[in-house]
């Protein structure tokens, strides 16, 4: 998925662009994007509209230009002029809302998960190795992500296992602040400091820890009776640490905590052509007994990336 950089620069723009309380969505015109402050102005011919979902559009409104576009961004909806190429459509689609996240001050940061996996649903194997199942093509849209979200998040054991330096490499853009949510590992000083890049640890306030490394720049602590309880007190600490939106990269038992507690908004699996029968799954969630118990997907839609496919929805 190849992105103008141009068109990129922009998106980053509109990521760190103030922007007024009283707005009602964004326009591109094929160049640059901007501001909707009236209805009135959909009447033009944009090349997209990105829309809160609580504008009120008028009758008068003129959409018939226009086709909606699913996108799993719980508060958007999005509208591409008819003649719109497939390739341009498909970097509005997976970056631009991702741009604006941070401009709809919710209650609690937004919580979007990426992550490779083989075609059977895991993303290690049972040594725990996991280099690389996804492609150089997702590399770069991995990357991407971390740029336009405030925070990037993994679980202590991936920093123990693959030793990531979560930061901005292979695109322009900011790093995002790192986070690490471990309760019992203490040697987590495979994390690579790194200048003008911000680590906090997350921990269950039951297990103490003491940085006498001074390896973090922050230790937020949460608390709850239950385990939604916990991470609904983390992640209102995380808001008032300004953290808007937070990208969760791994591993299985954190992106299946953030599922099952239903935090996490919009899952986007990179699904390589490769089986590998048994390892580490992805996604292990609490049995049900009948499918409608089970968690149910939305507005999914699917991007090829290289040799291989992405799978976007957003959580029900």
Same mark, same amino acid.
């Given at each position: ?8 620069? @922009? ?7 103030? =922007?007024?309380?009283? =707005? ?108 690389? =199942? ?12 971390? *740029? ?8 202590? @054991? ?82 008032? $640490?300004?953290?808007?939106? =937070?990208?969760? $990269? ?62 976007? *929805?957003?959580?029900?």
């Amino acid at each position: 998925m190849k992105v103008d950089d141009t068109l990129w620069q @922009k998106l980053l723009e509109l990521k760190n662009k103030t =922007i007024t309380k009283n =707005i009602l969505g964004w326009a591109f015109n094929g160049k640059s994007f901007s501001e909707i402050y009236s209805i009135v102005n959909l009447n033009t011919n944009y090349t997209a509209i990105l829309l809160k979902s609580n504008s009120e559009l008028s009758e008068n409104t003129n959409l018939s230009s226009y086709r909606r576009i699913k996108i799993p961004f719980e508060g958007l909806l999005f509208f591409v002029y008819t003649n719109i190429s497939s390739e341009l459509l498909a970097v509005l689609q997976n970056y631009w809302p991702l741009s604006v996240l941070c401009h709809l001050n919710t209650n609690l940061p937004y919580i979007f998960i990426h992550s490779a996996t083989s075609l059977d649903g895991y993303l290690a194997t049972t040594s725990g190795s996991s280099q690389w =199942i996804g492609n150089d093509e997702n590399l770069i849209h991995a990357h991407r992500l971390r *740029a336009l979200f405030d925070s990037v998040l993994v679980g202590g @054991k991936t920093v123990l296992n693959d030793k990531p330096s979560l930061n901005v490499r292979h695109v322009k853009g900011d790093n995002p602040k790192r986070l690490i949510l471990s309760n019992k590992c203490k040697n987590l000083s495979s994390l690579k400091k790194i200048a003008n890049c911000k680590t906090y640890l997350l921990r269950d306030l039951e297990y103490s820890y003491d940085d006498y490394t001074n390896h973090f720049d922050k230790i937020i602590s949460f608390k709850g009776k239950s385990k939604k309880d916990k991470i609904l007190d983390l992640l209102q600490k995380c808001k008032d $640490e300004n953290i808007t939106s =937070i990208l969760i $990269e791994g591993g299985g038992t954190t992106l299946s905590t953030f599922i099952e507690t239903k935090f996490a908004k919009t899952i986007q699996f990179h699904i390589s052509p490769m089986l590998f029968g048994s390892g580490i799954k992805a996604v292990k969630l609490p049995a049900v007994n009948l499918v409608n118990e089970t968690h149910k997907l939305k507005n999914m839609y699917v991007t090829q990336i290289g040799n291989s496919f992405m799978i976007t *929805a957003g959580l029900v």
